[in-house]
């Protein structure tokens, strides 16, 4: 069974930064099969969008142009886990912030249909 779990939410002033993490257990991180793992974020009253993706055996990766030049995403193979660095944090990145994986190779941020497990979410809250 595919379990994702995302750690690391909080509550920051604007300008400031957070380190996301998604453990991933049911699969192995490893060069022969290839999952795709996103990030997206959910606020209050808007639909949820993709903030970046990477593949876990090309290191592959799309950012939402937002996030761009703020936000990394990686992944540590040797732990399953992909973190998600965010630097100049906004207030407009207030939001639930999820991850998701899908098999194969990696599919872009429009593609939400495509990752079909999904953890619990994590809040980040930005204070002006």
């Known amino acids: 069974e595919v379990q994702l779990v995302e750690s690391g939410g909080g509550f920051v002033q604007a300008g400031g930064s957070l380190r996301l993490s998604c453990a991933v257990s049911?699969?192995?991180?490893?060069?022969?099969?290839?999952?795709?793992i996103g990030w997206f974020r959910q606020a209050p009253g808007k639909e949820r969008e993709g903030v970046a993706c990477?593949?876990?055996?090309?290191?592959?990766?799309y950012y939402e142009d937002s996030v761009k030049g703020r936000f990394t995403i990686s992944s540590d193979n040797a732990k399953n886990t992909v973190y998600l660095q965010m630097n100049s944090l906004k207030p407009e990145d207030t939001a639930n912030y999820y991850c998701?994986?899908?098999?194969?190779?990696?599919w872009g941020l429009g593609y939400v249909w495509k990752y079909n497990h999904w953890g619990q979410g994590t809040q980040v809250t930005v204070s002006s």
């Open positions: 049911g699969f192995n991180f490893d060069e022969y099969d290839e999952y795709g």
């Open positions: 998701a994986s899908h098999q194969g190779p990696l």
């Open positions: 990477i593949s876990t055996t090309t290191g592959k990766t």
